[in-house]
């Protein structure tokens, strides 16, 4: 079922972030805490520094009438800096494929693309974008065929 969520960046303190929203709106952390460590090794890549292999990689928090707010660690070492402006995403969630490239090709349209749309090692078809406007999107179709 299609969706949208809030996606906040932090500099290496999602989790105690996450804990305060917790106790602010209660519940659960969706499928738990995911880390640094977790993410497979990619090829060409240099490995992962040990100091961020405990960062929050992904972590999701329900907080209102069914909206999501979702955040990770933004490690300098993997090239992040988080600013004002640039640790906050809308983050779309789609039905299917299609509907997920025809936003992302819209939204990206006189923007920049951060990330191309592909197929991720979470299962999901991912990307990212920032609109002519400086607003930041993220793709996360989890489309299953």
């Known amino acids: 079922m299609a969706r949208v969520s ?31 460590s977790e993410v497979p090794p990619t090829e060409g890549q240099p490995p992962m520094n040990e100091s961020d292999k405990n960062l929050v990689m992904h972590v999701a928090l329900e907080i209102l009438g069914g909206h999501v707010l979702m955040g990770t ?42 990330m191309e749309l592909q197929d991720m090692f979470w299962g999901a078809y991912y990307g990212s974008c920032k609109d002519k406007y400086g607003v930041q999107w993220m793709f996360n179709c989890s489309e299953q065929k």
Do not use: C, W
């Open 73 to 114: 660690d933004a490690p300098e070492s993997m090239g992040f800096t988080v600013n004002f402006g640039n640790n906050v995403y809308i983050n779309l969630e789609p039905d299917t494929k299609e509907h997920t490239q025809a936003l992302f090709n819209k939204l990206s349209d006189g923007g920049k693309v951060e």
């Open 6 to 36: 809030t996606y906040l960046n932090f500099p290496n303190n999602t989790e105690e972030a996450f804990n305060f929203y917790r106790s602010v709106f209660g519940g659960e952390f969706m499928g738990g805490i995911y880390r640094f």
